[in-house]
């Protein structure tokens, strides 16, 4: 039986163990997580979800202290139409923190930033610029264009001296995406350096409606690659969500993708950003304990532990601090939904204390915190990726130890810690 280290994913000359361990937000795929798949000779990805914050907690920055006070006389007002970033201040926030990552690397393999089309923070085209721009002025290897379809970005980056350097990939969920991009980017002479198909088995915030249960991710990467082969692209093709063993993942390389992208059991590691206790609730979860919900104000449905602390959580609207979702004109969905659940309250001199907001949720406070625990479907199998422990706790793994479980295992098997 073949395992996953019989395949290389190829760019150019350049050969890489063909696991990718994906960008998850704010600050779980961390750091250290990308620098060790990249060392062990994969592709790890940062975030860049949140990167003010990111810094201020990582380098004692104070990115978000500074924006609290110069908008705190808006903190009472539901128009949070003037809450900007400064983007001279966004600018230093990611080559601070996409500079320190690539400073740290060693071994052979590439680091990437997830870059979300969703964080719109009130300026869509203005901070995603300086977003792009940024992590490529600090030497990124490579930039993956998540959450939207991103028809633009490209051209955010035509003028970057690195937009022809660095490897530059997108996230689809459907070929119809696909074609939609590269219609959009034609005239750049410009290609993906690679494709991420993501199915509905993925964690977060997922490319379906409600009705995911109704798609698979191997008929959609088999069209994918039928139309790339069609084309005549030589596009490295990736399959992402719900590739849960090392066997998961050389049943598509078989097929003739040329990579895999992983996430759900590289959050039950010591390298993850995931507090212990909120690790423990992901082993402890059951199938039953996970949800596909609407919570999110990006509109997209996103995958969730049931028991989340986020779902239900009326908080103030904490844009002043923080505001990545505010849409062009200043307006968020938690925003609406938490003034409609205010309601009688909203001209009282002493709010409603614990306001319950049950249709979305305050992304980014819950995310900061990290209580909107986002999951893939397989999480409820993580149990049974490691050992139990005498106090009833289970035992967080070294990111090395799921990295080469998936590089060397075959079949189903999976590889437990001693």
């Known amino acids: 039986m073949k395992c996953v280290d019989d395949f290389r994913l190829r760019f150019g000359k350049l050969e890489l163990v063909p696991i990718i361990v994906g960008g998850m937000g704010v600050d779980i795929s961390t750091t250290e997580l990308a620098l060790e798949a990249a060392r062990l000779g994969g592709i790890g990805h940062i975030s860049d979800a949140m990167v003010p914050t990111v810094t201020d907690r990582r380098y004692d920055t104070h990115y978000v202290k500074t924006k609290t006070k110069r908008y705190k006389h808006n903190v009472a007002n539901s128009d949070k139409s003037e809450v900007m970033f400064d983007l001279g201040e966004l600018d230093e926030a990611v080559q601070m923190y996409v500079g320190r ?51 633009g970005s490209f051209a955010l980056m035509e003028d970057h001296p690195r937009f022809r350097d660095a490897k530059l990939g997108i996230i689809i969920s459907s070929l119809r995406a696909l074609q939609l ?8 002479k410009r290609l993906p350096d690679y494709i991420i198909v993501e199915g509905p088995l993925a964690g977060g915030h997922l490319g379906f409606g409600m009705d995911w249960a109704k798609f698979d991710l191997q008929p959609i990467v088999e069209e994918v690659y039928q139309y790339l082969k069609s084309e005549q692209l030589d596009i490295p093709l990736i399959a992402a969500g719900g590739i849960f063993t090392g066997g998961d993942a050389v049943a598509f390389l078989e097929a003739g993708v040329a990579a895999v992208q992983v996430a759900t059991r590289f959050t039950a590691t010591r390298e993850c950003g995931l507090p212990p206790d909120v690790q423990q609730e992901y082993f402890k979860a059951s199938e ?38 505010l849409d062009g004109a200043g307006h968020c969905a938690y925003i609406t939904a938490y003034n409609l659940a205010l309601g009688p309250h909203a001209n009282a001199k002493k709010k409603a204390k614990h306001l319950s907001v049950m249709d979305k949720t305050c992304l980014c406070t819950h995310m900061r915190n990290f209580n909107c625990w986002t999951c893939g479907h397989y999480t409820y199998r993580l149990k049974d990726t490691t050992r139990r422990l005498d106090d009833g706790s289970y035992q967080v793994l070294s990111a090395e130890h799921v990295f080469r479980d998936y590089q060397f295992s075959t079949g189903q098997n999976i590889l437990l810690p001693d």
């Open 101 to 151: 990552t690539m400073e740290a690397k060693v071994g052979s393999g590439l680091v990437f930033v997830n870059v979300m089309e969703k964080l719109t923070m009130n300026a869509p085209r203005e901070t995603l610029r300086v977003r792009l721009a940024g992590a490529l002025d600090a030497g990124i290897d490579g930039i993956t264009l998540s959450a939207g379809l991103h028809l």
């Open 288 to 325: 039953r304990d996970i949800e596909v919900n609407t919570i999110s104000p990006t509109g997209y449905p996103m995958r969730m532990l049931k028991n989340s602390p986020a779902i239900g959580d009326g908080i103030r609207p904490n844009c002043e601090a923080y505001g990545y979702l």
């Open 181 to 188: 991009f590269l219609r959009k980017n034609a005239k750049l």
